[in-house]
């Protein structure tokens, strides 16, 4: 079934020795390398799309929905540490909702993409990691991005270090992806050039370091977020809804996310989050 999931002709992915497999993925390894982020562009066939829009619109209803204010590290209390005008005590609206992974059907078109063997595959051949794993949080490993007329999902940086995305409804106004390559590094936060890009609002387009992107549905999006701070723009209130189906993929199986922000995205957590939390093992020293 893999040809009705994706575009085999353009993206011959169940083809590894091919001349074209090997161009895309060195294009898209390229681009990560460069600046953080590779698009591969009608990835997904407009079928699948299809069904995907289908399948998010009959699971709308279990969204956990959350409006609040919070720095790019997710947190929403005024820290003493810092100045006033400082990125960890800017702190500016999320508006949006995410349908939680327990609510898809096992059979449907999001679960086959997601846990598809050479779409998984593909991923790690671009990222250039020796094995890769579907991300084992019952909530947080499949999910959809949902932004209604109005809402925004504002800046922050993400827990792990990449992000696997496929774009299923644009909105008609507003809604753009933007992004700051390599913002941040394990050693420093960059908090000048984080500070800049926060105080810009709307205009963040104008400024040169801002990469805004037009995605596509269909287009899948490969994205090293855990260093390049990224937000989705407001999507206008005339506008119709922005969806996009997140698969989160890890390095080493049966990983769990973490708890505060678990909580944060879903309204919720399992007992394996509190278990995991228990056991883990940070790898930075960032803020988060």
Known sequence: MLNQLVDLV????DDRRSGRYRAIVEQVRNDLRSVGCAVIRDFVTPATVDALS???MARKHTTHYSTQLMN???HTAVSPDFPSHHPVNTFI????????GDSWDPDGAMEELFRCREVIGFVRDCLEVPELHCYADPLAGLTANILDPGQQFTWHFDTNDFAVTVLVDKADSGGAFQYVPAIRSGA????KAMQRVLDSGEHARELPEVHTLDL???DLQIFRG???LHRVERVRADSRPRHAAIFAYTEQPGVIGRLERTQQLFGRVLQAHVDAEERRVRSDSLLD
């Open 10 to 13: 353009a993206h011959p992915i």
């Open 54 to 56: 289908k399948e998010i």
């Open 72 to 74: 790019p590290y997710f």
């Open 93 to 100: 609206e999320r508006s949006s909702g995410f349908i939680p």
């Open 188 to 191: 420093d936060e960059g908090f």
């Open 216 to 218: 596509q549905p269909g």
């Open 226 to 228: 855990r260093y390049s």
